[in-house]
């Protein structure tokens, strides 16, 4: 995969942070000088470079997945689970505040916005950890040749971003880190309904309704949610295929009139079945066995 912006020709950096405030959260642009913005550039390649050291074809990033700490993956841009991300990137004029950085336990994630010389915008994230401000910290430096204590607020930039944004996709590199700048886990709540009628259409013969009841305050159900919407793969599900395996991993299904209803306390047993999660081996004959994957990768052949 490659990133649609060419990273040795940056012609313009913008810094910037976001902030939780109150009425919600807000993203401004910061004025820096030349050498900053040169740092970023060298940390953005460096992410980039970070990215490529791990894989050339990162898989999809998936919800309903547990993704390692340091991971690279990607999700195309127009998912409807990546709003603010979406509009930090496109934004044309952000408002710039000099005075942003005064209280540093609101800001949640630092970025920077760059073009290149054919005008191919990206956009760098981190969440805020090490860059707060020191506040309590005594710290000093060596001048002339005696040492002497910092008074001014010092915020420490880290060595890559959690994730960068060019014209189609988001390259992800700590998926926790993304999570939270971009507020998944209210994003996959809020996105219930909408992607429960996605399946409900390739699925009429089942009552999606207890199902989008649970999961709008269950963030697990949310997730498995989520990626069976994205795998579109419930086209061509088989209703008798589908009792069957619910039946052979423990999962209890109720029928009436031709509709297919969740037992109480199935539920997400029955999205893990969905999510292809939810299978059934008898590798010892008369011992069948059932599993939940933690994890899943369709093989090829």
Same mark, same amino acid.
């Not at 979406?86 to 970025?111: G, K, M, Q, W």
């Given at each position: 995969m490659k990133l649609n912006c060419d990273l040795q020709s940056v012609k313009a950096t913008e810094f910037g942070i976001g902030r939780d405030e109150d009425a919600g959260q807000s993203f401004v642009a910061i004025p820096v000088d030349g050498e900053v913005q040169q740092a970023l550039n060298e940390i953005t390649l460096a992410t980039w470079e970070a990215m490529q050291a791990q894989t050339k074809d990162p898989p999809r990033y998936e919800a309903s997945e547990k993704h390692g700490s340091i991971e690279y993956l990607h999700l195309p841009l127009g998912s409807d689970l990546v709003t603010s %991300? =979406?509009? !930090?990137?496109?934004?044309? +004029?952000? /408002? %710039? $505040?000099? +005075?942003?950085?005064? $209280? /540093?336990?609101?800001?949640?994630?630092?970025?920077a916005r760059m073009i290149d010389d054919v005008g191919n915008r990206l956009t760098a994230l981190r969440r805020a950890t090490q860059f707060k401000g020191v506040l309590k910290s005594r710290l000093v430096r060596l001048v002339t040749d005696a040492l002497k204590l910092i008074e001014d607020q010092v915020f420490k930039l880290d060595n890559d971003f959690d994730l960068l944004v060019d014209s189609e996709n988001i390259h992800i590199l700590r998926p926790s880190g993304f999570e939270f700048a971009g507020k998944l886990q209210e994003a996959i709540l809020e996105a219930v309904p909408k992607s429960v009628a996605v399946i409900q259409k390739d699925l009429d013969f089942v009552d999606f309704a207890p199902v989008q009841e649970y999961a709008l305050t269950h963030p697990r159900a949310a997730r498995y949610i989520a990626s069976i919407r994205s795998q579109k793969e419930t086209t061509n599900i088989d209703k008798s295929a589908l009792k069957w395996l619910c039946k052979a991993t423990g999962v209890e299904l109720k029928e009436s009139k031709g509709m297919l209803a969740v037992g109480d306390g199935h539920i997400l047993g029955f999205l893990e079945v !969905? $999510? *292809? =999660? *939810?299978?059934k081996l008898e590798l010892v004959k008369g011992s069948p066995e059932r599993f939940r994957a933690a994890s899943r990768e369709k093989l090829g052949g």
């Open positions: %991300i =979406r509009e !930090l990137h496109s934004a044309t +004029n952000l /408002p %710039i $505040d000099s +005075n942003a950085l005064a $209280d /540093p336990s609101a800001v949640f994630c630092y970025f !969905l $999510d *292809r =999660r *939810r299978y």
